[in-house]
T-cell receptor
Framework: AQSVTQPDIHITVSEGASLELRCNYS??????LFWYVQSPGQGLQLLLK??????LVQGIKGFEAEFKRSQSSFNLRKPSVHWSDAAEYFC????????????FGSGTRLSIRP | NAGVMQNPRHLVRRRGQEARLRCSPM?????VYWYRQLPEEGLKFMVY????????ESGMPKERFSAEFPKEGPSILRIQQVVRGDSAAYFC??????????????FGPGTRLTVL
């Protein structure tokens, strides 16, 4: 079955430390890949997306993600987190055959330690 | 340019009542998507609509749920005879084009439905 897996439910990092959030997908072909952020009580904001080309994608707010086909992964990274980065992060895919349906992972909650 | 608008932001219903959730897409967008987020879970696709047409309702529960996007006015997600398991956040998204995954879906702030 097609799926998106975020193995970490909750991560806590210190302010100023680096961050990596994991995401794995299971699809036959290379899907379209996304990372969204959801602040408490808010909707989702698109951080970045990968469709093709350079496997290292730059997004907003200093985030980047790297697509690794061999590992079926699309991990999100940030060199130095800020307290305002505390939020829920969702990895998502759109299967190549369907442009209308975004499939979301279960999310990783990020807490920032002062 | 206003973003995707959803109202109400919070809705409380008793079991057996009807819930109506409204979504106004971004200006110029004619494609609307509804997603449901159960507590501690990610968003799950429910339905995709264009003006006056349901394109993909593969994620909609078979009973009690319906959606429409009329020629004029907002898109409506209707839940009849609500049950406690319907308690969730319901998000609407809109996009400019369809059939093109490169066209970003923009999300609204959500409606949080609580069923007592």
């Amino acid at each position: 079955a097609q799926s998106v897996t975020q193995p970490d439910i909750h991560i806590t990092v210190s302010e100023g430390a680096s961050l990596e959030l994991r995401c794995n997908y299971s699809y036959g072909a290379t899907p379209y890949l996304f990372w969204y952020v959801q602040s408490p009580g808010q909707g989702l904001q698109l951080l970045l997306k990968y469709f093709s080309g350079d496997t290292l994608v730059q997004g907003i707010k200093g985030f980047e993600a790297e697509f690794k086909r061999s590992q079926s992964s699309f991990n999100l990274r940030k060199p130095s987190v800020h307290w305002s980065d505390a939020a829920e992060y969702f990895c998502a895919v759109v299967p190549y055959s369907s442009a209308s349906k975004i499939i979301f992972g279960s999310g990783t909650r990020l807490s920032i330690r002062p | 340019n206003a973003g995707v608008m959803q109202n109400p932001r919070h809705l409380v219903r008793r079991r057996g009542q009807e819930a109506r959730l409204r979504c106004s897409p971004m200006k110029g967008h004619s494609h609307v998507y509804w997603y449901r987020q159960l507590p501690e879970e990610g968003l799950k696709f429910m339905v995709y609509l264009q003006k006056e047409n349901i394109i993909d309702e593969s994620g909609m529960p078979k009973e009690r749920f319906s959606a429409e996007f009329p020629k004029e006015g907002p898109s409506i997600l209707r839940i009849q005879q609500v049950v406690r398991g319907d308690s969730a956040a319901y998000f609407c998204a809109s996009s400019l084009n369809a059939g093109d995954v490169t066209d970003t879906q923009y999300f609204g702030p959500g409606t949080r439905l609580t069923v007592l």
